[in-house]
């Protein structure tokens, strides 16, 4: 767990998983991914995160096993973001007040030209505003940890952050791996475990 420090506008750094590949250009995909435990809904939250991505192709099958014929994706860093649950909690240990997805309004990627690494920036709705900025101003001084999946950073709260808006630093990560992470954490989460078996 990485600490880092919030002023004004959320600010935390996320060690990502190396991937390289843009999705870019002709090439055609066909990826056949399974779930052994995932709900009918599942496929619609694939379906939709491909679409915000502006990923041409179908997505065709039931909730246990589908195909992926898409157009312009290149290696697997890609699909296994597409198909990660996507779920975003911020939370203070000992406050009940706990923000999810259903708190993001949107999620784009951006480039700091700093550092040319890509970051996340999640736009909340105006409860999730609310609610964040209630929970900063209530902790000041103290750790608030942010997640998404298994990514977690706890940065310390300095000021109460009430623009509604929310960065992620994802030094390490390519343009690719970080619009899909994007497209997975605006919308519902996944609720079932995906995996890709056949890439061809």
């Known amino acids: 767990m990485r600490r880092v420090v919030l002023v004004g506008s959320?600010?935390?750094?996320?060690?990502?998983?190396?991937?390289?590949?843009?999705?870019?250009?002709?090439?055609?995909?066909?990826?056949?991914?399974?779930?052994?435990?995932?709900?009918?809904?599942?496929?619609?939250?694939?379906?939709?995160?491909?679409?915000?991505?502006?990923?041409?192709?179908?997505?065709?099958?039931?909730?246990?096993?589908?195909?992926?014929t898409l157009t312009g994706v290149t290696g697997p860093e890609v699909l296994a973001a597409v198909l990660r649950?996507?779920?975003?909690?911020?939370?203070?240990?000992?406050?009940?007040?706990?923000?999810?997805?259903?708190?993001?309004?949107?999620?784009?990627?951006e480039e700091d030209p700093n550092t040319a690494y890509p970051y996340l920036m999640l736009e909340l709705t105006s409860e999730g505003t609310e609610r964040f900025c209630g929970l900063t101003t209530d902790h000041v001084g103290e750790v608030v940890v942010l997640a998404v999946d298994a990514l977690s950073m706890a940065p310390v709260v300095r000021e109460p952050v009430c623009g509604g808006q929310v960065r992620i630093d994802m030094s390490g990560s390519d343009l690719a791996e970080a619009a899909a992470m994007a497209a997975a954490v605006q919308g519902p989460p996944l609720e079932g475990t995906w995996e890709v078996r056949v890439v061809r």
């Open 10 to 68: 959320l600010v935390v750094a996320v060690l990502a998983c190396g991937g390289s590949g843009p999705y870019a250009g002709d090439r055609r995909v066909v990826a056949e991914v399974v779930s052994a435990d995932a709900p009918a809904s599942d496929v619609e939250v694939i379906r939709g995160r491909l679409k915000r991505l502006g990923v041409k192709g179908t997505a065709e099958g039931g909730p246990v096993g589908l195909t992926l």
């Open 85 to 109: 649950p996507g779920v975003v909690s911020m939370r203070h240990a000992t406050d009940p007040r706990i923000l999810g997805n259903d708190d993001v309004a949107t999620a784009v990627i």
